[in-house]
């Protein structure tokens, strides 16, 4: 899960950056095709599926519109992979944080850096998963990095080979990771190491957990980092793997694996991606999905739901009508009658969950720049 092996046109500008910085460090690589058993697939939960999501129960406007914002604990942050720089928001849209991350070596780095995830505590500080090169040594450093949110550095952990691809924070203030481990900017497979690591702040690595034998080895992983998340609820971790895996982790109890089925390449094509993801608890879990580079465009609001048979999970639109209220309204007056409709509101980024009153859905639309929060209301598992 942590190659950019080959170029391909990506969606943005700071990821094809992201792929030429790996580019430019490795060579040609092939990995074997090998086996793995994941534990035997169970009955899944049934799981109530988003019959709408409701009114709005919170407005803000922002002073971005980067696609990438998202929204943690009260607060919107954003970054640039390429070069360290960190924006943060409080819940109205003002800017309270701006900042560039730098290795406490030197100002000086050796080519560019590279940011994968960033999360923010409920104070506002920012821990980041970074990397960067110094040109005294050849060394790749790996470190998770704590900065106040005035960007002054707190403190780090040095991953040493761990590429921490996605993070999340857990209530106890630990980090928890979806890692890949690297030697010489290509991957390296460890059967027995978790992919799933927790780090604290003063502690180093915690604990690891779920052991990377449980899944195929792949021999391209160009695409799956656009299909990769992760949530911390609590004390337990949630993750999309980017190889069609769902994980569910609870520290001191066992997890679990399931199978996520391929979204329609039909209508997606094969470099489809997730931009956006929330988990609202109790299993409902929403992500924006579109289509790679190229015409026609293709975006779904789409929520994780059980198969039919009920072994594997996949991910289920939620149509435009069930999205918003204000589609559900007659046409105004001044549309003449018998006219084209006008194009339905459509949910166009997810930007993460808030918890503090309820479970709320924290998005964007195609109708303003604003940004709406909604408590979601759930049918019943027959209902789709």
Not at 158 to 172: E, M, N, Q, S, Y
Request: glycine share 8%; charged share 20%.
């Amino acid at each position: 899960m942590i190659g950019y092996i080959f170029a391909h046109k990506v969606r943005t500008s700071t990821a094809i950056a992201a792929l030429l910085l790996l580019i430019s460090n490795a060579s040609t690589h092939v990995v074997a095709q090998t086996d793995a058993t994941p534990p035997p697939a169970s009955q899944l939960a049934p799981i109530a599926p988003t019959i709408s999501l409701g009114e709005p129960t919170r407005t803000t406007k922002l002073e971005s519109d980067d696609p990438e914002i998202q929204y943690e604990n009260g607060f919107f942050f954003n970054f640039d992979k390429t070069n360290g720089h960190i924006l943060i928001r409080d819940k109205d849209g003002h800017l309270t944080g701006d900042f560039n991350l730098r290795p406490l070596e030197t100002s000086r780095v050796f080519g560019n850096i590279m940011m994968h995830d960033a999360a923010i505590f409920r104070d506002g500080s920012i821990v980041a998963s970074w990397l960067y090169r110094l040109p005294h040594d050849e060394r790749q450093y790996f470190n998770l990095v704590h900065y106040d949110p005035s960007g002054k550095f707190l403190e780090q952990i040095d991953l040493g080979k761990w590429r921490a691809f996605r993070i999340c924070i857990a209530d106890d203030k630990s980090i928890w990771t979806l890692s890949g481990e690297q030697e010489f900017a290509l991957p390296v497979y460890s059967p027995e190491e978790g992919v799933l690591r927790n780090y604290k702040f003063g502690s180093g690595l915690v604990r690891t957990a779920v052991p990377r034998s449980n899944f195929p080895q792949y021999d391209n992983d160009s695409y799956a980092f656009y299909k990769t998340a992760i949530d911390c609820s609590g004390d337990k971790v949630h993750a999309l793997t980017g190889h069609g895996q769902w994980i569910e982790y609870t520290p001191g109890a066992d997890f679990t694996i399931t199978k996520i089925d391929e979204v329609s390449r039909s209508a997606f094509g094969g470099y489809w991606t997730i931009s956006g993801f929330a988990y609202l608890d109790n299993g409902h879990a929403y992500a924006t999905i579109h289509s790679g580079p190229g015409d026609p465009f293709r975006r779904m609001l789409a929520e994780l739901l059980p198969s039919k048979d009920g072994k594997s999970l996949h991910w289920a639109e939620i149509q435009p009508d069930k999205t918003l209220p204000a589609n559900n309204k007659p046409p105004d007056a001044a549309t003449p009658p018998g006219t084209a409709p006008k194009e339905p509101i459509a949910v166009t980024t997810v930007l993460g969950a808030d918890h503090t009153d309820g479970a709320q859905l924290v998005y964007r639309t195609s109708a303003d720049e604003s940004v709406l929060w909604s408590k979601p209301l759930f049918g019943n598992s027959s209902t789709r």
